[in-house]
């Protein structure tokens, strides 16, 4: 019985030796390929790409940044934002995007210090701009093509993250329209659309929710993010995402 207790000890012992000769991947992503056996994703990212590192590695891609010439960003200062562009679309020799567009007194303080001229978000109180350009890296600002509306129509605190759709002749974009400050119960900012004739307008609001959010206890009860239109077959999809689950677990989903 003793013979067998050692002999089990022994063993125990020897496991944990081998078991840990191989080292786990360290915590922190080494700049150079570990001298370790690694996945076979691990050896890609090490092999394939141009860097391991995001920050070194310009989109794991052949992609370079640019950054675009005519645009005013008052010093970085916090006042100015542009972000979520639509698609670019041609049209008439030149390039069209559309943006969340925000120019407020102050940068974003938050839910609870927000009011009608303090934005809580980089996206509250914000309209949607677009710009033109003839080569993609020039842009010349055209102004506001989506303005907030009176209260209470959907968007009346904020219409942002909008997308553009080109179908039978004429032109859409959907957008976000938010009730309220975001942040206040998450964002609370169904779907939206408004119409021309011309990617330069004038533009027609709809006035109406397209996409609602979801009901009381359901995965999109606030938020309605994104939306993204494309045709197939002759109809019309428009696809989003929403924030569920609840900070910090928060997930999301399209």
């Not at 960003?73 to 934002?81: A, L, M, Q």
């Not at 959907?154 to 009730?179: A, N, P």
């Not at 206890?217 to 002759?234: A, C, K, M, R, T």
Request: charged share 25%; net charge negative.
């Amino acid at each position: 019985m003793a013979f067998k207790r050692v002999t089990l000890l022994l063993c125990s012992g020897f496991l944990g030796c081998s078991l840990n000769a191989q080292k786990a991947f360290p915590f922190h992503l080494p700049k150079e390929k570990p001298d370790q056996p690694l996945s076979l994703a691990m050896q890609r990212n090490y092999d394939q790409y141009l860097a391991p590192r995001p920050e070194d590695n310009e989109l794991y891609s052949q992609f370079k940044y640019t950054e675009l010439k005519g645009l005013d960003y008052s010093n970085g200062d916090g006042t100015i934002s542009r972000r979520d562009p639509s698609k670019v679309i041609f049209h008439n020799g030149k390039y069209y995007v559309w943006y969340t567009y925000r120019h407020t007194s102050t940068p974003p303080q938050g839910a609870a210090k927000s009011n009608d001229t303090i934005p809580s978000s980089d996206w509250d109180l914000a309209e949607i701009w677009y710009a033109t350009s003839e080569d993609g890296i020039t842009w010349k600002e055209q102004g506001v093509a989506i303005e907030r509306p009176e209260k209470p129509n959907v968007g009346w605190r904020s219409v942002s993250t909008t997308d553009i759709l080109v179908y039978k002749g004429k032109y859409y974009l959907y957008y976000q329209g938010f009730m309220e400050a975001s942040g206040k119960r998450g964002d609370d900012c169904p779907v939206a659309v408004s119409y021309a004739d011309s990617p330069d307008g004038p533009w027609t609001a709809h006035n109406k929710i397209v996409i609602p959010n979801g009901g009381k206890g359901e995965w999109d009860q606030f938020s309605i993010h994104d939306p993204y239109p494309l045709v197939y077959n002759d109809k019309i999809y428009l696809y989003y995402k929403s924030d569920f689950d609840g900070d910090p677990g928060l997930v999301r989903m399209q």
